[in-house]
């Protein structure tokens, strides 16, 4: 632990790395962070660079916390990029014929979690630098970024926690998996699900509170040459209903719509906020009356170097990587949760995207590496 408090505690600029939910289709976040490891080891000549050498907080929700927790074990991308093209099929096979019951067994998660992570805990010395798990305890409503600065307020009481049951509680989505228990310290027992059950399915904004705000412990300096935060989806699309149907829909369909547009104006809010506090160098449009916000900073100084990275799961959108959109069966089934079939045009997806999108540039001189 005392290097990575010596790592977190020291006066240089920081950087974090945010990674969204989505289920199966964090392999579309695999393609932006392969080209980011690629251009990292090309820049710093440093062929066995991993992302856990330069970014010092990696967190992420859902699907995110798998590769957050992989990464800052000192995994490769393309180590990661093995196991989700592996084990998705194991993790989303056979379905629950009940309908009281949840589409998944937690099984088969559970195996493959302790195969690869075995029982590395929260406070481990394995863990090479700053980790954030984002997770929704259920019985009190509250969203817990569980992390491992040894100066944090509940660290002594969670540091046991292991990193594969903290990854089960946040991966655990509502219908598709339990929730998890968890002993949370002081003799308490306590219930979580999907991070994704929150305002942080995109938890970029809340591993900027996570780094600076007091009560976190990290309290890093704001700045954009003294903060960079890399955000990466997995996948977004501009969601289009046919009115007379929106009109007709019974309270079941409701009950499953309105958590997608909570979870989708909460990215938006999120991106919104880190885009008005920094000059970004990858503005996205907001929509027509916003646009992309490049003149409404509202701080005298940015506070941070802010970098946001996705791509649209649309007909438009593949036509825009060059991906024919006949390789798929369905347009919307690249959204779902569990398309483990579709795993492989996904991984094209995001590799095309990352290629198209990231460059080199984008990278501030005043967080590289010594």
């Keep these: 632990m005392h290097d990575l408090l010596s790592r977190l505690s020291s006066n240089t600029p920081k950087r974090i790395l945010a990674l969204d939910g989505g289920g199966i289709r964090g392999i579309v976040s695999i393609g932006y962070l392969s080209r980011i490891e690629s251009l990292l080891r090309e820049r ?3 062929p066995n660079l991993v992302l856990s050498d330069y970014f010092d907080l990696i967190g992420g929700t859902s699907t995110g ?3 957050a927790a992989a990464l800052a074990m000192g995994w490769s991308v393309e180590d990661i990029r093995h196991l989700y093209l592996n084990v998705g099929k194991k993790v989303f096979g056979k379905r629950s014929l009940q309908f009281w019951e949840t589409k ?3 099984e088969p998660l559970e195996a493959q979690l302790k195969d690869s992570l075995k029982d590395t805990a929260l406070g481990s010395q394995h863990i090479r630098t700053g980790l954030c798990i984002v997770t929704k ?5 509250s969203t817990w970024p569980l992390h491992n600065h040894p100066n944090g307020r509940f660290f002594l009481h969670n540091r046991h926690i292991r990193l594969r049951d903290a990854i089960r509680a946040s991966a655990a989505a509502p219908t598709y998996f339990e929730p998890e228990q968890l002993d949370v310290g002081f003799g308490e027992q306590a219930a979580f699900i999907d991070g994704g059950v929150s305002m942080a399915n995109n938890p970029a904004w809340q591993l900027f509170m996570l780094a600076t705000l007091d009560g976190y412990r990290f309290r890093w300096p704001t700045g954009e040459n003294n903060l960079l935060l890399v955000s990466v989806g997995t996948g977004h699309w501009r969601p289009k209903s046919d009115l007379e149907e929106v009109l007709d829909e019974d309270i079941w369909d409701w009950a499953q719509q309105i958590p997608r547009m909570l979870m989708h104006d909460a990215s938006v809010q999120n991106q919104m906020l880190l885009h008005m506090l920094s000059n970004s160098l990858t503005p996205a449009s907001f929509g027509t009356e916003v646009g992309d916000l490049t003149k409404d900073l509202i701080t005298p100084k940015p506070l941070l170097s802010y970098l946001r990275y996705d791509t649209e799961i649309s007909n438009a959108g593949l036509k825009q990587l060059g991906i024919n959109p006949n390789i798929v069966s ?6 779902d949760l569990d398309a483990v079939d ?13 290629n198209t999108q990231i460059q080199a540039s984008h990278f501030p001189t005043a967080f590289d590496l010594p």
């Design 342 to 354: 579709e795993i492989v045009p996904l991984a094209e997806i995001g590799i095309r995207a990352a």
């Design 44 to 46: 710093f000549n440093r």
């Design 65 to 67: 916390s798998i590769i």
């Design 137 to 141: 305890r259920a019985d009190t409503g």
């Design 104 to 106: 998944y067994s937690n």
């Design 330 to 335: 369905h347009i919307e089934k690249l959204r």
